[in-house]
């Protein structure tokens, strides 16, 4: 079985307060960016590096920074659209921003107060569109 997956970063975990608004607010995004969750169960899924799960306890959710690769600007807008419309709150419009010539990115904070970002570095010729894993066995 050969899976795919990103270079530098090999997953995320996400702390949920609200898992159901959590759900839904992803779903949205995450559709958005052309990106499937891949597996779920009860109060938790995974969506290619990204798993996010419901707190127990007193465990509080999580408060991070975590970008989303977008393939043009016009994915980022509906990201940021998607977002807002899914629970997310603005947390800076679409736009370019001064990081680097053409970096045009959106912010959202997610249920949890997460800054989620969509991000599209601007035209650029990528040596792979994943990483691809084969286990050995």
């Known amino acids: 079985m050969t899976y795919h997956t990103g270079r530098l ?6 702390r949920a307060h609200d898992f159901d608004k959590t759900l839904r607010f992803y779903k949205a995004v995450l559709e958005v960016l052309g990106v499937a969750i ?6 938790w899924f995974q969506a290619d590096e990204l798993f996010v799960d ?6 509080l959710p999580s408060h991070v920074h975590l970008a989303f690769q977008a393939r043009d600007q016009a994915m980022v807008d509906a990201f ?9 709150r603005d947390n800076g419009a679409p736009g370019e921003r001064d990081y680097h010539p053409g970096y045009y ?14 991000v599209f570095h601007g035209p650029n010729k990528r040596s792979a569109a994943s990483v691809a894993i084969e286990p050995l066995r």
């Open 9 to 14: 970063i090999d997953h995320v975990h996400l």
């Open 38 to 43: 891949t597996a779920s169960g009860k109060d």
């Open 54 to 59: 419901q707190t127990s306890g007193d465990v």
């Open 80 to 88: 940021y659209q998607a977002a807002l419309a899914a629970g997310g």
């Open 105 to 118: 990115g959106a912010f959202v904070l997610d249920p949890d107060g997460n800054n989620i970002e969509a």
